[in-house]
């Protein structure tokens, strides 16, 4: 290795030049001893790493073992978060040498980290903990810990997370009632602190800060929640710099008692948006008066894309515990974070807003023996704008019809059963006369927004819209789509409809899936793609020798042979007696 002094001599060389200092070789001797300093250094003791700690969880079967390793390669890689949750709930681990290439899985697809989170095992956590990029496995993968080992406490829905020993929790939840949870969000600017763009004074924006009640009886609720208040955010937890926050249960300035009892998270703390999300989505499905309290501690400094994501997630373990919140955020200067707690308290028939929108509606309304007359709204005004009501209507629509499909939509369906005294089916099949398309569109959204079966399936009699299976069990779900299969041609709307039935799919809608596929596939087989997928993927894999012996068709069979790589995948991860 060149010295100092050498160095120095080949620098004045290069300088006076080497006509008068000659060198021999100056950019090689040069070179040489740039490459030596950038590669040389002092050797140094280091500390070794500590092992890995003994496994608890056992190890996947080893030709599951070996199946999975193959749909890692590239074969049938569309059934790998299918092979992932199915081996998670049978508790197992993967074999280590998959251990790294499934952690770099789930840092593209946060939808796999759940299972990741189980079947990494104690070898996973110790490689996270090396490796910066693996770090969601010990934060937000324990978010998903309860979802997964749910088989084990699916009727206690109180109950904290359960999983592999060693992996963190969310909070346990508090055996305790909630008789301090009074306290709502105050409605917050941005992190600017300035207004959203679309909450100006104009048509579209809402009623503001402390929106006056009108004579239907809206309004802030009095005292149950602040209004929105200005001031620039600080950080997480902190309250605003000028001190406002509206009354006293603002957040940030007071508070319950069980605000201070919330133990925050580091990755609440720190997190990106979709690691909060998730850290509160498993914490709101332990514990909802938990989670509820660690929104309202910190709500005046979070931005206006987390606070709607945020009110979102409140529909898992939603009750009226959650109303003066969620009426509180009605007060909010961003119009989505407005129009998701409408909704959420859309489905809490006992919520002030949806006495407001039934008295409303009660006025647009009326039944005059076996016919229902409506009277859309002459006017939106800031009560019913506070309470999610669009001023602006869609191109096309006309104002009043599209006041009036929101006000259905949003009052509670409980309440027309109640005031007409006749059921759903009974009051669907009124004649409503000019605005009948208005009414049943509300009707058809509140049924959605509300998941009230008994609604979606009279509504589907008169007109099957594929939103309303979503609200039916999932065994009529699948029922209903396979009577509507049969006529409906192989287009987005079926792939959409077909979508919403959860698997496995029954011998009914995938007789009826196999027969569509076979009759277009003589007509449009280059129309056939994504049904097909979606046919391998939701098909019950028992029946892959029924799909076999139908045609020897290739989308058929493309179909038959996805089902015989899932039946034995699935077979490979049952115990051996």
């Not at 239907?216 to 929105?228: K, L, N, R, V």
């Not at 020798?545 to 034995?568: H, I």
Request: charged share 25%; aromatic share 4%; hydrophobic share 40%.
């Amino acid at each position: 290795m060149i010295t100092v002094d050498e160095w120095e001599r080949l620098v004045s060389a290069a300088l006076v030049g080497t006509d008068r200092r000659p060198v021999p070789d100056l950019l090689g001797q040069a070179a040489a001893h740039t490459v030596g300093a950038r590669a040389g250094q002092r050797l140094h003791r280091g500390e070794p790493l500590p092992a890995a700690p003994p496994e608890e969880q056992p190890l996947v079967p080893r030709a599951a073992g070996e199946r999975v390793s193959r749909i890692l390669d590239g074969e049938q890689p569309r059934l790998l978060p299918e092979w992932l949750e199915a081996a998670a709930v049978r508790g197992y681990r993967l074999p280590p040498k998959l251990v790294p290439r499934v952690l770099d899985h789930g840092v593209r697809d946060r939808s796999l980290r759940g299972p990741i989170g189980v079947l990494a095992g104690a070898r996973g956590r110790w490689l996270a903990a090396l490796n910066p990029a693996w770090a969601y496995l010990l934060e937000e993968a324990t978010a998903h810990m309860g979802t997964v080992f749910s088989t084990s406490n699916a009727s206690n829905t109180s109950a904290a997370p359960t999983g592999p020993p060693g992996l963190p929790r969310p909070p346990a939840p508090n055996d305790a009632t909630d008789p301090n949870d009074s306290g709502s969000p105050s409605g917050s600017a941005d992190a600017d602190g300035s207004a959203d763009s679309d909450d100006s004074a104009s048509s579209e924006g809402s009623a503001g800060s402390g929106a006056s009640a009108g004579s239907d009886g809206s309004g802030s609720g009095g005292g149950d929640g602040p209004t929105s208040s200005g001031g620039s955010a600080g950080a997480r937890g902190s309250s605003d710099s000028d001190g406002s926050g509206g009354s006293e249960e603002s957040l940030g300035s007071g508070g319950s008692a069980e605000e201070g009892e919330v133990e925050t998270h580091q990755l609440w703390e720190f997190g990106t948006r979709g690691d909060r999300l998730s850290y509160l989505r498993g914490l709101r499905s332990a514990d909802p008066a938990r989670a509820r309290a660690l929104l309202r501690r910190g709500w005046e400094q979070e931005g206006p894309e987390d606070r709607a994501a945020f009110i979102h997630a409140m529909a898992d373990g939603l009750s009226m515990a959650d109303e003066p919140f969620l009426e509180a955020a009605l007060d909010d200067r961003r119009r989505e974070v407005r129009s998701q707690a409408a909704d959420l308290l859309t489905r809490l028939p006992e919520s002030r807003l949806g006495r407001r929108m039934a008295e409303r509606a009660a006025r647009c309304l009326t039944l005059a023996g076996n016919r229902l007359q409506a009277d859309p709204p002459q006017a939106c005004d800031s009560a019913m704008e506070r309470d999610g009501v669009r001023s602006r209507a869609p191109g096309g629509t006309g104002q009043r019809s599209w006041w009036l499909q929101q006000l259905v939509a949003h009052t509670p369906l409980s309440f027309w059963t109640h005031h007409f005294g006749r059921t759903a089916k009974q009051i669907v099949a009124l004649n409503i006369g000019e605005w009948s398309r208005e009414v049943r569109l509300g009707w058809e959204r509140a049924a959605v927004l509300q998941n009230d079966p008994t609604w979606a399936r009279a509504l589907f009699a008169v007109e099957p819209l594929t939103d309303l299976l979503a609200v039916l069990p999932p065994a009529e779900r699948a029922d209903k789509a396979a009577e509507l299969v049969h006529d409906q041609p192989v287009d987005g709307q079926l792939i959409m409809m077909l979508g919403g039935v959860p698997a496995p799919w029954g011998a009914a809608l995938a007789e009826a899936v196999l027969a569509k596929i076979l009759d277009t596939a003589g007509r449009q087989p280059w129309n056939l793609g994504e049904l097909v997928r979606l046919a391998s993927e939701r098909v019950d894999p028992a029946m892959h020798e029924v799909a076999a012996r139908l045609s020897p068709e290739p989308p058929v069979q493309e179909v038959a042979a996805t089902l015989r790589f899932r039946f034995d995948m699935l077979a490979e991860l049952e115990p051996r007696p």
